[in-house]
C-alpha cells in the first residue's frame, strides 16, 4: 500500500522568522514519519525552505507555475525555476486561484502539463461551491475539473495527485464528514481508473479544514490517501498530530 502524503499549503502567510520557526519545531517533532510530507509555501520563501529541510523527510511545494516555459510573463514562476530549487510539488487549480485569479479547466490543465513536463507533481485540487452541492452538481463539477487534465495529460496522468477540496470547506471550520469526502473521492478514483491503468499509485487528498480532531477519521477512509491543510499546517503542534495520524 501506498504511504499517505499530509501536504501543507501556507498560503500567503509567513515570514522569514516565522517560517524558520514552524520549520524548527515541525522537524523537532518529525522523527521518521510514516507518510510523505510536503510544505507548499510562497514562492518567495522556497529558498529558505531548501536550507531548512535539506537532509529532511519534508518535501517541498509550491503554490502555482506559469502554464509557459519561459520569456515574458511578469510576475509568473517556471516550473525549471521551481525544479532549481528543489521543488516536488506545485498545487495547481488551487479554489482561491479559480475563484480570485480566473483560472480556468483548461489553464489548470495546461499547467498541470507544464509541471509534469519540468519533472514536478502537480496537486490537481479540484471541488464543488455551496451554490452546486446544493444544486446536486457536486459529481458533475469535480469530474468536469479532473476531466480537463485527464485529457490534456493523457497517459501521464498516474503522475499527478489529486486534492478534493470542497470550497465551502476551506478555511471555514465546517469539514465535509468522512462519508461525504469518501463519497466524491470514490468518484474521482473511478474516474482517474477509467483513464489509467495505474490509477492505483495516485494520491487523492481531502482538503478543507482538516485538523488535528478529525484527521484520523478522515485519513481511515479507504479512498482517502492523505490531507491537504491550510489553517492547521500553520501550527507546528496541529500539523505534527495531523501527520502522526496517516498511517
Ligand atoms: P483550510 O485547511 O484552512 O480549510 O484550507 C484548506 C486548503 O485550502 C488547503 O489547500
Redesign the pocket.
Known amino acids: 500500500m501506498k504511504k499517505k502524503l499530509i501536504a501543507g499549503?501556507w498560503?500567503m502567510n509567513g515570514s522569514l522568522a516565522a517560517n524558520e520557526a514552524l520549520v524548527k519545531a515541525l522537524l523537532a517533532g518529525l522523527a521518521t514519519p510514516a507518510c510523505q510530507v510536503a510544505l507548499?509555501v510562497p514562492s518567495i520563501y522556497l529558498g529558505q525552505l531548501q536550507t531548512l529541510v535539506a537532509g529532511s523527510a519534508i518535501e517541498m511545494g509550491a503554490q502555482d507555475l506559469s502554464a509557459h516555459e519561459a520569456g515574458a510573463f511578469t510576475g509568473e514562476t517556471s516550473a525549471a525555476m521551481l525544479r532549481e530549487f528543489g521543488v516536488r510539488y506545485c498545487?495547481v487549480g488551487?479554489?482561491?486561484r479559480r475563484q480570485y485569479h480566473f483560472e480556468t479547466d483548461a489553464l489548470v490543465a495546461a499547467k498541470a502539463q507544464r509541471a509534469l513536463a519540468g519533472g514536478i507533481t502537480p496537486i490537481v485540487?479540484v471541488g464543488e461551491t455551496l451554490a452546486e452541492r446544493e444544486a446536486g452538481k457536486t459529481e458533475e463539477v469535480v469530474k468536469r475539473q479532473l476531466a480537463a487534465v485527464i485529457h490534456a495529460n493523457g497517459h501521464c496522468i498516474s503522475e499527478i495527485v489529486v486534492?478534493y477540496?470542497p470550497v465551502w470547506?476551506?478555511?471555514?471550520?465546517k469539514t465535509a464528514s468522512t462519508e461525504q469526502a469518501q463519497q466524491v473521492h470514490a468518484v474521482l478514483r473511478a474516474q482517474l481508473h477509467a483513464a489509467s491503468e495505474h490509477a492505483d499509485r495516485i494520491h487523492i487528498l481531502y482538503?478543507?479544514?482538516?485538523?488535528a480532531a478529525n484527521a484520523a477519521q478522515l485519513l481511515a477512509q479507504p479512498d482517502i490517501d492523505g490531507g491537504?491543510?491550510?489553517?492547521?499546517?500553520l501550527k507546528a503542534p496541529d500539523f505534527l498530530s495531523i501527520i502522526a495520524s496517516a498511517r
Open positions: 499549503n498560503k507548499c498545487l488551487h479554489s482561491e485540487c486534492a477540496e470547506a476551506i478555511g471555514t471550520g482538503g478543507g479544514s482538516m485538523n491537504l491543510v491550510g489553517g492547521a499546517s
